[in-house]
């Protein structure tokens, strides 16, 4: 046994990248430990039922808690491909929440009035809202490569922006007063659920995860095999360098945050073109682009990384709603997920931590890449 | 005689290395002792452990007989023993008054006072003939009076064992002719000195014994007067080194590069960094520009290439005009660039080996088909310039470029721009911090270049490469260029009084 674990090891070290994915599994497990042990302190005899309902969530109502997963999953795959996609062009892109509230409202728009679109319908929607959360994004992209703005600030304001902007283009544009809501999409702006509605019976999925799916294929093909990519992650990683071999940098940043508008707005338009779901006109930031730094950085800004990340959100929102049948709140959640991120921001202080331990039992010496991808 | 410091099987390991490998080391009191090796030989980590920056693994130290533990360099401070660090430690808009005291300074009632201090360090720069002001401000002070103010620093202090890494980095011959007399100096009043090294001739002139280490182990222990060079050499590196290189007397050929009057600009505010330059490079030879750090050699590249506007003047690269051209026309025009600061430009650090070698060509088509990379040809790519360039790494082609040695990075980079075959080669500093077996091979690879007919242009702040691998020389200084030299010509020092700025020659 002890000699299996060793080879175990010593094919990791061996292997590119997997001290970074190990890390990002054990902040999981110490986000995970650190949950049980709030839940300890909150309600002692409730935590380990709890706990394992946590840890069971998808597994609760079998094929419709799976679907329910993947749903709650989409919107937060594309916030954090976004984020991710900035973070690997040296770009962080906290503006994800703006991007992804004007998509939501060009998609809402359109699902309101352009009913003469037909089966077209939710595809021109997403495709606009694509489009809009893309010019957003463009802005801090703008203002950073001209005028030496830090996106960062300038994405933070711009999140405001969008939200009041969105306010206002709702109540003039597709009010509904009564409930101080967007009025409904018409039913051919839904997206439809294909044959998923029949694999997840009486779940809310649809086809809106595999377009999160292909926006990953998409974004990883563009990032590790094309020479876009090879000059986006250039700029990211060592922008003295890629100006030294002429790049164009100024052009590289505006794409890339207008690229990564365009996921977030995707997602915006995704999360919304649904029965049921309808813009609030209240003062509030949506959070999903919030959700998608922290997916971005347990998925090592990696395409397929994120695309797991998410997925693991979704199941651990299944396990929260689950949780309520106890005498918990919900927001046990949101401690674990707070927890995972900062240990997953702890992921150097990791790294070193596994390495230093896979040498200790394999003398294997293991490289540490900062912001390596998987591939 | 008694020691006054010992350090016995000193072992000081580091993720993946063995920086230090049961290492002995015994300073003398009022002893000037070398340390010398090439870089990476563990040196610096030996001082680190003993002015407390790390701790070692195993062994001891002793100082003056007594068995210590250093912790940290407060430690070191206590037992009076200081260090001067390679890149000085000092606050550029603070007087060397100010600078001094910073961390010990004298208040009265909540207040600093800098009377009694501003006393004492005039006393210690009369004392050791140091010649500093301490009313000057660091900014306004040339680089060998702030190397004094580190010295100063520990004298202030109360250190009775001072130890310099690599002190004449940074200096002209004349100031390290200087140094060289304070170091005596401060023997003669009692002091016990530590050089860290990798010049056997500052050895030479200077210390009395020499500790030799390689890879991590010590090696030797010599007295200077009783070795030579060549063993020091030896010791040092392992194997016979050739120190003079074949070199064929140069056939300079027809203009490649042409700058005329060529003025670039800070970029805030209006001082001149470089100004009215005018020179041409030739087909067959090693130009070279000579000058002391910060003379306006690094803007001179940058404008050349590309990476800084310029205000004035013009570029001629082949009879094409590439004044306003972008740094990749200018670079697919015919000009490869190793740049000064190979990890800042040189290199993508996160990327793979193979990928830093397509840095200049990924657009090409050699590369890539309608926008996707070619694996393969990048793979063949490297495989080919690993082995031309003897380009060592532990992973071949998918090593992190990060994780290379300085020599093998700056291989990497060689091959790159050589590899490219342009007419024009801009080398800057690029041995800067190599061991021996690394700038043997450069400076191999650079004169091949020439006598391949291309024109390289070598920016160099080392005198030793200046006058063996140059066929010609321009001396900046302040911007300017002051003298056309043969180096076959002159010597070390008359280099110096241009490089200092107090000769001025024509240039043709």
Redesign the interface.
Known sequence: MKNFWREILRFLAKKANSIQVLSSLLAIVFGMLFGLLVMLIVNPADAFPGFFTILTGPFQAGMRSFGNMFYRATPIIFTGLSVAFAFRTGLFNIGATGQFTIGAYIAVYIGVHWGFLGPFHWAVAIFFALIGGGLWGALPGLLKAFRNVHEVVSSIMLNYVAMYLMILMVKRTVFFGDHARSLAIQDSAELPKWFLGSIFPGSSINIGIFIAILFVAVIHIILNKTTFGYELKSVGFNKDAAKYSGMNEKRNIVLSMAIAGAIAGAGGAVFFLVGGRYLHVNAVLMQQGFTGIAVALLGLSAPIGVLLAGIFYGFLELGGLFLQGFDFTREIIDIIIAVIIYFSALSLFLQKFVASYIKRKTEEDVEIAEGADIK | MDYVIEMIDITKEF??IKANDQVNFKLKKQEIHALLGENGAGKSTLMSVLFGLYQADEGHIKVRGQEVDIRNPNDANDLNIGMVHQHFKLVHNFTVTENIILGSEDTKYGMLTYQNARQKIKELSDRYKLKVNPDAKIEDISVGQQQRVEILKMLYRQAEILIFDEPTASLTPQEIEELMKILKGLTKEGKSIVLITHKLNEIRQVADRCTILRKGKSINTVVVKDTTNEQLAEMMVGRKVVFELEKTKAKPKDTVLQVKNLSIKQKEGSKLLVKNVSFKAKRGEILCIAGIEGNGQTELVYGL???MPIQEGSILLKDNDITGL??????LTGLS?I?E?RQ????????TLE?NL???N??TSK??HR???KFEAIRENAERLIDQFDIRS??GP???A??MSGGNQQKLILGREIDRNNDLLIAVQPTRGLDVGAIEFIHQQLIDQRDQGKAVLLVSLELDEVMNISDRILVMYEGELVGELDPSKIDEKELGLYMAGSKRGEIS
């Open positions: 993720p993946g290439t590309g990476m972008s740094i990749r026309n200018r670079s660039h740049p600061d800042r430009h040189g290199l993508v650090l996160d990327f990928n397509i840095l200049q990924y657009f590369f890539h926008g996707f990379l532990s992973r998918i090593s992190l990060r994780s």
